[in-house]
């Protein structure tokens, strides 16, 4: 039988039944308490969103983490599940260490429907590295320029906990001439970006 076509009392144990994360009890707590109190605009409303306790609260709290972003509409896998929201204004930029070579270095911008941007990174020092996508679970800026500014503070950050931990002789395999190169671009953008060049400059002058 479809978990739709379930009697509310079955419904509720099957919910109850669920182990949500900190972030996802608010979702079920809101859910069970539209079934015991036979709200049916809000248990239909909560029950569009899949066909199992979990996937109706994992995909509601995706749902509404998507409208920081102005997303309104639903896309769903074919497995049910919430899929990406497309961004606008996507924008990648990448930092190649050397000429011919594929850069793991890379970020990539974009833009909600609302206005809010976003980011996904990947940063590698050639030993290890750390990435993630583009997404709605992404921090949220009001601007291109904060939202490119804290993206390159991260490659930077992560570049220079390596360096860290290489004078602790944790980090293992570490190339310092490959995060050097990446380091350095980097840097010149975020410089370039904030205007830190400029005011540089104005004290020769």
């Known amino acids: 039988m479809e978990y739709r076509d379930l009697q509310v009392n079955e419904k509720i144990e099957q919910v109850r039944q669920y182990r949500p994360s900190r972030d996802e009890r608010r979702y079920m707590a809101i859910y069970l308490k539209a079934l015991r109190q036979n709200n049916g605009q809000l248990t239909e409303e909560y029950e569009s969103f899949g066909d199992s306790p ?3 609260i994992i995909n509601r709290r995706a749902y509404d983490r998507g409208q920081l972003f ?3 509409e639903k896309h769903f896998s074919p497995y049910g599940w ?3 929201c497309p961004f606008a204004e996507m924008e990648e930029i990448r930092f190649i260490h050397k000429q011919g070579w594929s850069s793991t270095n890379h970020l ?3 833009r909600g429907e609302n206005g809010k941007w976003t980011y996904g990174v990947s940063y590698s020092t050639g030993g290890w590295g750390h990435c993630y996508g583009l997404s709605v679970w992404g921090k949220v800026f009001d601007s291109r320029k904060d939202c490119l500014k804290a993206a390159l503070q991260e490659i930077l950050d992560g570049h220079r906990e390596a360096t860290e931990k290489l004078k602790d002789d944790t980090c293992g395999n570490f190339n310092t001439r490959y ?3 990446v380091t350095r671009q980097v840097k010149n953008l975020l410089d370039e970006l904030t205007g830190r060049k400029a005011v540089q ?3 020769f002058l």
């Open 108 to 110: 990539i911008l974009g």
């Open 70 to 72: 102005g997303f309104t």
């Open 82 to 84: 919430m899929q990406n």
């Open 179 to 181: 995060s050097k190169e």
């Open 54 to 56: 979990r996937q109706i």
């Open 201 to 203: 400059l104005e004290l």
